[in-house]
């Protein structure tokens, strides 16, 4: 059945926008590090699933007990050791944001270049669980239904950890006023590091996810980070619930274009959707007007 | 209890503050009056360390010298700021900024107490914990501050222009709820513009003009003072010179 296909397929692509871009908005809304490098990890996670699956028969799901700790720890010493100089000498949160898009535009060359020593240009995929199921008529691969499984249940939990525990209330009062926050004692600088780490386990998440159903390249990182970016845009800076939202709007309208449509329109859908979202609401789907 | 000597503060080459020097006693509330534009803010800010105090200044916060600490450090050494405009977290609920209050390791312990005494002291927070604090009135974010920065158990509480945009009958009703968090053992350090309010609670007064203290005496002294009625309590045009040459 072509519509259960389509929701299907919409909502599991959305999932992993969704996903991926919730990662995004915690280092853009807290840290406020607008990082280009993000699609690289994600990539860089899905290397190291392939090759845990490849090399030592590691199930990518199992694989993530040590892709997700790796990518935190990545992401944290990426924030201490080349970040944390910007966020020193940076006299403004703007000033801080062109700052961390330069240096991190140079560091997806670097894990680009490595990517590109290790793997070469050509294209990866390993096979995990794509065994068909048919759900309500429309026949999909096991690993899809796995990975948006995983995809919401760690939105949920991150979801939680954020609105539920004393440390996520934190890297929310972060988000919202910096100096406020060094006012109730939070050292902003330790949150924005912890808000950039989870983020990039978030990434890691997502490619990991991603790594067992789509093919992928080492030049692929730019097409992860440009959707999360319009996703976390779409949905407003910093928003969890707008990212989510966003990233299932945006996987269910690049699916109905491209299953009604023409394959080949599903970027002109992406940007047309874009650019609609920004004319209409400049800040975003849930942002607030002069932030 | 705060002891603050030769602090000086530059933005470039304007100086804010010149070599200001003032304390506050266990218990006690102390007004700072000023026009805009003194460096009542900035003195503030630099006591709760957000703001960059050039060399040589020295802050002591009940024996302890915190003025090399960061902001964070400070809250935890028992200083809260209530900073001009607020400063609360408008996306979050009134419950979520009180609790973030209560961040600091030295409350962790005793949120719920101290989250008990809060809410008796702002009854009206107690019904709205669950609003977000941005849909509030001025008034009751005002609340949401005070009740924040007593969330870290201090010491010595700043307050920045608190009753600014207030109706009177708020400004009241703050006044008074600053006079109880005295008795409670808390020292206050108030800048005001209201001065005939805040005199009217206040132990001790400093006067501040351009970056410099020109006067202090006790609160009955200044507001018995007629070159300080004539400045700061609704007389004609404010000639802050001659209130504080009188007490040179």
């Given at each position: 059945?072509?519509?259960?296909?389509?929701?299907?397929?919409?909502?599991?692509?959305?999932?992993?926008?969704?996903?991926?871009?919730?990662?995004?908005?915690?280092?853009?809304?807290?840290?406020?590090?607008?990082?280009?490098?993000y699609?690289?990890?994600?990539?860089?996670?899905?290397?190291?699933?392939?090759?845990?699956f490849?090399?030592?028969?590691?199930?990518?799901?199992?694989?993530?007990?040590?892709?997700?700790?790796?990518?935190?720890?990545?992401?944290?010493?990426i924030?201490?050791?080349?970040l944390?100089?910007?966020?020193?000498?940076?006299?403004?949160?703007d000033?801080?944001?062109?700052?961390?898009?330069l240096?991190?535009?140079?560091?997806?060359f670097v894990?680009?270049?490595?990517?590109?020593?290790?793997?070469?240009?050509?294209?990866?995929?390993?096979?995990?669980?794509?065994?068909?199921?048919?759900?309500?008529?429309?026949?999909i691969?096991?690993?899809?239904?796995?990975?948006?499984?995983?995809?919401?249940?760690?939105?949920?939990?991150?979801?939680?950890?954020?609105?539920?525990?004393?440390?996520?209330?934190a890297?929310?009062?972060?988000?919202?006023?910096?100096?406020?926050?060094?006012?109730?004692?939070?050292?902003?600088?330790?949150?924005?590091?912890?808000?950039?780490?989870?983020?990039?386990?978030?990434?890691?998440?997502?490619g990991?996810l991603?790594?067992?159903?789509?093919?992928?390249n080492?030049?692929?990182?730019?097409?992860?980070?440009?959707?999360?970016?319009?996703?976390?845009?779409?949905?407003?800076?910093?928003?969890?619930?707008?990212?989510?939202?966003?990233?299932?709007?945006?996987?269910?309208?690049?699916?109905?274009?491209?299953?009604?449509?023409?394959?080949?329109?599903?970027?002109?859908?992406?940007?047309?959707?874009?650019?609609?979202?920004?004319?209409?609401?400049?800040?975003?789907?849930?942002?607030?007007?002069?932030? | 209890?705060?002891?603050v000597?030769?602090?000086?503060?530059?933005?470039?080459?304007h100086?804010?503050?010149?070599?200001?020097?003032?304390?506050?006693?266990?218990?006690?509330?102390v007004v700072?009056?000023?026009?805009?534009?003194?460096?009542?803010?900035?003195?503030?800010?630099?006591?709760?360390?957000?703001?960059?105090a050039?060399?040589?200044?020295?802050?002591v916060?009940?024996?302890?010298?915190?003025?090399?600490?960061?902001?964070?450090?400070?809250?935890?050494?028992?200083?809260?700021?209530?900073?001009?405009?607020?400063?609360?977290?408008?996306?979050?609920?009134?419950?979520?900024?009180?609790?973030?209050?209560a961040?600091?390791e030295?409350?962790?312990?005793?949120?719920?107490?101290?989250?008990?005494?809060?809410l008796?002291?702002?009854?009206?927070?107690?019904?709205?914990?669950?609003q977000t604090a941005?849909t509030?009135?001025?008034?009751?974010?005002?609340?949401?501050?005070?009740?924040?920065?007593?969330?870290?158990k201090?010491?010595?509480?700043?307050?920045?222009e608190?009753s600014?945009?207030?109706?009177?009958?708020?400004?009241?009703?703050?006044?008074?709820?600053?006079?109880?968090?005295?008795?409670?053992g808390?020292?206050?350090?108030?800048?005001?513009?209201?001065?005939?309010?805040?005199?009217?609670?206040?132990?001790?007064?400093?006067?501040?003009?351009?970056?410099?203290i020109?006067?202090?005496?006790?609160?009955?002294?200044?507001?018995?003072?007629?070159?300080?009625?004539?400045?700061?309590?609704?007389g004609?045009?404010?000639?802050?010179?001659?209130?504080?040459?009188?007490?040179?």
């Open positions: 059945m072509l519509i259960v296909d389509i929701i299907l397929g919409g909502l599991i692509l959305g999932g992993m926008y969704a996903l991926v871009a919730m990662g995004l908005t915690l280092q853009y809304g807290v840290a406020r590090i607008m990082n280009l490098a699609g690289e990890v994600l990539i860089a996670a899905a290397f190291a699933s392939y090759l845990l490849t090399a030592f028969a590691l199930s990518p799901l199992v694989g993530m007990i040590l892709v997700l700790p790796a990518g935190f720890a990545a992401s944290w010493l924030y201490r050791v080349l944390v100089p910007l966020v020193r000498r940076a006299k403004t949160r000033a801080l944001e062109v700052d961390s898009i240096a991190t535009f140079g560091l997806l894990v680009q270049g490595i990517a590109f020593v290790l793997f070469g240009g050509q294209y990866y995929s390993y096979s995990y669980l794509s065994v068909p199921i048919t759900i309500a008529g429309s026949t691969a096991v690993n899809r239904l796995i990975a948006f499984g995983f995809a919401v249940a760690l939105s949920l939990i991150l979801y939680a950890f954020l609105m539920r525990t004393r440390t996520g209330t890297i929310r009062a972060v988000a919202v006023d910096p100096t406020a926050a060094s006012l109730v004692a939070i050292d902003v600088r330790k949150v924005a590091g912890l808000a950039f780490a989870l983020g990039g386990a978030m990434c890691a998440a997502g990991v991603v790594s067992m159903f789509l093919t992928f080492a030049a692929m990182g730019v097409v992860f980070t440009m959707k999360a970016l319009i996703v976390v845009i779409m949905g407003g800076v910093g928003n969890l619930l707008g990212a989510l939202v966003a990233g299932l709007l945006l996987g269910l309208v690049e699916t109905v274009v491209a299953r009604l449509v023409d394959p080949g329109l599903t970027l002109v859908a992406t940007f047309t959707l874009f650019l609609t979202v920004l004319l209409v609401r400049p800040t975003g789907l849930f942002g607030r007007t002069g932030r | 209890m705060l002891e000597s030769n602090l000086t503060v530059a933005y470039g080459l100086r804010a503050l010149e070599q200001v020097t003032l304390s506050i006693g266990q218990s006690e509330i700072i009056l000023g026009a805009n534009g003194a460096g009542k803010s900035s003195l503030l800010k630099a006591i709760a360390g957000i703001v960059p050039l060399p040589g200044k020295r802050i916060l009940s024996g302890q010298d915190i003025s090399a600490l960061p902001p964070h450090w400070i809250v935890e050494a028992g200083l809260a700021l209530v900073p001009e405009g607020r400063g609360i977290f408008g996306d979050l609920t009134v419950r979520e900024n009180l609790r973030l209050g961040y600091p030295r409350s962790r312990a005793s949120e719920r107490d101290i989250l008990e005494r809060v008796a002291l702002f009854p009206r927070l107690a019904e709205r914990l669950g941005r509030m009135s001025g008034g009751e974010q005002q609340m949401v501050a005070i009740g924040r920065a007593l969330m870290s201090p010491d010595v509480l700043l307050l920045d608190p600014l945009g207030l109706s009177p009958l708020m400004c009241k009703e703050l006044f008074a709820a600053l006079a109880r968090i005295r008795e409670s808390v020292s206050v350090l108030l800048v005001e513009q209201n001065a005939r309010q805040s005199l009217a609670i206040a132990d001790r007064g400093y006067l501040i003009e351009t970056g410099r020109v006067g202090e005496g006790r609160a009955a002294d200044l507001r018995d003072d007629p070159a300080v009625r004539r400045a700061y309590l609704g004609a045009s404010g000639d802050v010179a001659a209130a504080s040459s009188s007490f040179h």
